[in-house]
Antibody
Framework: QLQLHESGPGLVKSSETLSLTCTVS??????????WGWIRQPPGKGLEWIGN???????HDNPSLKSRVTVSLDTSKNQFSLKLSSVTAADTAMYYC?????????WGQGILVTVSS | DIQLTQSPSFLSASVGDRVTITCRAS??????LAWHQQKPGKAPKVLIY???TLQSGVPSRFSGSGSGTEFTLTISSLQPEDFATYYC???????????FGQGTKLEIK
């Protein structure tokens, strides 16, 4: 059974870099069938796709985040990670990791990250 | 970028009602559309993918239809556990992009 679990600091200071890790069980991040991605949801608002990474290391990210996003793999631990630089209060959100396929998305449980001044 | 517009944004209904939520895409996306349900404090979960295919384990009162630019999610007979927020998601730009509708909050009348 596929499970994705986010981990990382719940509080990040403004202008610093947010770093999160997603641990995958029940599937391999070296699978060629899927991309491994991040989606966020500010409190009380809708969903925003952040970016993803393929087993080959190829990445895609949302242009609206102005190149602040780095998504990477650690195949030895079956994990993938998100780094979001130069954070502001607008980056306060629930962050979900996800397995993304061509027709659907499988979600982790989410982690709340608050950006403080 | 492809934009998705859901209507309505808020919907009030009673147990047993039949409800329909619409998702319109700014350009044709074939059937690359999924519907997700999100309950308060929980992660979204997929209900329907490829516009009309029911995810395993999802009750048959949920159904999806549409292709191109207009899609619908229908709940045939609302149950208490169905009161939640519903999001459509387009995957025609996968893997380089994906977008979500703004959500439809379904509340108990």
């Amino acid at each position: 059974q596929l499970q994705l679990h986010e981990s990382g600091p719940g509080l990040v200071k403004s202008s610093e870099t947010l770093s999160l890790t997603c641990t995958v069980s029940g599937d391999s991040i070296t699978s060629s069938a899927y991309h491994w991605g991040w989606i966020r949801q500010p409190p009380g608002k809708g969903l925003e796709w952040i970016g993803n990474v393929y087993y080959s290391g190829t990445t895609h990210d949302n242009p609206s985040l102005k190149s602040r996003v780095t998504v990477s793999l650690d195949t030895s631990k079956n994990q993938f990670s998100l780094k979001l630089s130069s954070v502001t209060a607008a980056d306060t959100a629930m962050y979900y990791c996800a397995r993304q396929g061509p027709v659907t998305t499988y979600w982790g449980q989410g982690i709340l990250v608050t950006v403080s001044s | 970028d492809i934009q998705l517009t859901q209507s309505p944004s808020f919907l009030s209904a009673s147990v047993g009602d039949r409800v329909t939520i619409t998702c319109r895409a700014s350009q044709g996306i074939s059937n690359y559309l999924a519907w997700h349900q999100q309950k308060p404090g929980k992660a979204p979960k997929v209900l329907i993918y490829a516009a009309s295919t029911l995810q395993s384990g999802v009750p048959s009162r949920f159904s999806g239809s549409g292709s191109g630019t207009e899609f619908t999610l229908t709940i045939s007979s609302l149950q208490p556990e169905d009161f939640a927020t519903y999001y459509c998601q387009q995957l025609s730009s996968y893997p380089s992009m994906c977008t979500f509708g703004q959500g439809t909050k379904l509340e108990i009348k």
